[in-house]
């Protein structure tokens, strides 16, 4: 079955230090993968996706992403982490062969930022 | 602008009563999906549908129903029979059939029992 991992309950940077949230994933073929990322009482907001092509995936708030076929991961990053970007984030991917798309999820990775 | 809206954001429920908590798209997307979350926890799925009419249940669907009469709509009944109904709630939506477009969500329900 189609999984995602998200091995870091927690990650916690320094404001303007570089970020990373990891997520492995665990899917047969060619995976499409997604990022989203949940502000407190919200929502979860699109961040950014890896579908073909370029590795390094470019995204909403100034974050990326590198898929990495032969380390079956795709870790969220960012050159200099604000305060602001506290979130809980998630990883996803939708299963193959079904017909239907469904997301499955990690389980969130929380981001903490300070100043 | 397009996009799901869920009301109410918060709602109190009494022991043995049933709730439902709305959910409307305006994205013209077929599929619809009704997942909750808990303090600290990733997303499971209750309940998803692909078409008007027709819905399937998810991972943890017992205690819960949903109706899909209209493309825009799919609200979720918590009923009496959810014995741990508290948690946040989370509606969202995506074109069926279409695994690289991913899903847009409403802001949520906060459900707590009094």
């Known amino acids: 079955a189609q999984s995602v991992a998200q091995p870091e309950d927690q990650v916690n940077v320094a404001e303007g230090n570089p970020l990373t949230v990891k997520c492995t994933y665990s899917?047969?073929?060619?995976?499409?993968l997604f990022w989203y990322v949940q502000y407190p009482n919200r929502g979860l907001q699109f961040l950014l996706k890896y579908i073909t092509g370029d590795n390094l995936v470019k995204g909403s708030y100034g974050f990326e992403a590198e898929f990495n076929k032969s380390q079956t991961s795709f870790h969220l990053k960012k050159p200099s982490a604000l305060v602001s970007d506290s979130a809980l984030y998630f990883c996803a991917v939708p299963p193959k062969n079904t017909g239907f798309q469904k997301l499955v999820f990690g389980t969130g990775t929380r981001l903490l930022v300070s100043p | 602008d397009g996009g799901i809206t869920q009301s109410p954001k918060y709602l109190f429920r009494k022991e043995g009563q049933n709730v439902t908590l709305s959910c409307e798209q305006n994205?013209?997307?077929?599929?619809m999906y009704w997942y909750r979350q808990d303090p600290g926890q990733g997303l499971r799925l209750i309940y998803y549908?692909?078409?008007?009419?027709?819905?399937q249940k998810g991972d943890i669907a017992e205690g819960y129903s949903v109706s899909r009469e209209k493309k825009e709509s799919f609200p979720l009944t918590v009923t009496s029979a959810q014995k741990n109904p508290t948690a946040f709630y989370l509606c969202?939506?995506?074109?069926?059939?279409?695994?690289?477009?991913?899903?847009?969500f409403g802001s949520g329900t906060r459900l707590t029992v009094v």
């Open positions: 899917v047969s073929g060619n995976p499409y």
């Open positions: 994205l013209n997307h077929d599929a």
């Open positions: 549908s692909q078409i008007v009419n027709d819905f």
């Open positions: 969202a939506s995506s074109i069926a059939g279409r695994s690289n477009y991913g899903y847009t």
